[in-house]
């Protein structure tokens, strides 16, 4: 079976611009998340969504970020306009129950100049 | 806010070493997940340990969740230098399956 599914793998864009980065989860899997990750403040939970509907967007930084999961086999996340402070890598998780076991991508690591 | 402590931060040894991470907080968890992440990669589970006390092994790997289910330890016997990586411990108590996150351990095992 294929794991979850992200692209691009790596985006590097100029700042003020627009970037929206996709993912697939694993089939049957109910529940999706969303994660940064970099070295000063290491794996953060941006939003998670359980059945395509959106449950926690706390952790989401700014309004400049946005998620969406129209359907059980698609997400993307998408930053506009992007700056230099969101230089990171993405990460997208998915997990079949509720019992906190999430299987991860490959993840997209974005650099904005 | 639940905070899982994660020690140490870095860990540096020689092959052949043994080695003990803990993952410590003052919440409760349903449940703790142990994961390994490689340079340029995602993180990989490791294990899954619910039941309070529960011990697991997976080869050379040994994690134990605590009786109160507050606190965890990853255990590596004879490191290799395949063991090297960042290990993050993670806690789970919603029902959607929301974790956090320990800061992580660099382990760095070298031949």
């Known amino acids: 079976d294929a794991g979850v599914i992200q692209s691009p793998r790596h985006e590097v864009t100029e700042m003020g611009q627009e970037v929206t980065l996709r993912c697939k989860p694993i089939?049957?899997?109910?529940?999706l998340f969303w994660y940064r990750q970099t070295m000063m403040r290491g794996l953060e939970l941006l939003i998670y969504f359980n059945n395509n509907v959106p449950i926690d967007d706390s952790g989401m930084p700014e309004d400049r970020f946005s998620a969406k999961m129209p359907n059980a086999s698609f997400s993307t996340l998408k930053i506009q306009p992007s700056e230099p402070r969101d230089s990171a890598v993405y990460f997208c998780?998915?997990?079949?129950?509720?019992?906190?076991?999430?299987?991860f991508g490959p993840g997209t690591r974005l650099t904005v100049t | 806010t639940q905070l899982l402590e994660q020690s140490p931060q870095f860990l540096s040894i020689q092959e052949g070493e043994n080695l003990t991470v803990y993952c410590n907080s003052s919440?409760?968890?349903?449940?703790l997940q142990w994961y390994r992440q490689e340079p340029g990669e995602g993180p990989v589970l490791l294990v899954t340990v619910v039941t309070g006390g529960e011990v697991k092994k997976l080869k050379r790997l040994t994690f134990q969740f605590g009786d109160a289910r507050k606190d965890s330890s990853l255990h590596i016997t004879a490191a290799q230098p395949g063991d090297t990586g960042l290990y993050l411990c993670?806690?789970?108590?919603?029902?959607?399956?929301?974790?956090?996150f320990g800061q992580g351990t660099i382990l760095t095992v070298h031949p």
């Open positions: 993670a806690g789970a108590t919603t029902g959607y399956g929301k974790l956090t």
């Open positions: 998780a998915s997990s079949p129950t509720g019992a906190g076991e999430q299987y």
């Open positions: 919440s409760v968890f349903s449940s």
């Open positions: 089939s049957g899997h109910n529940s």
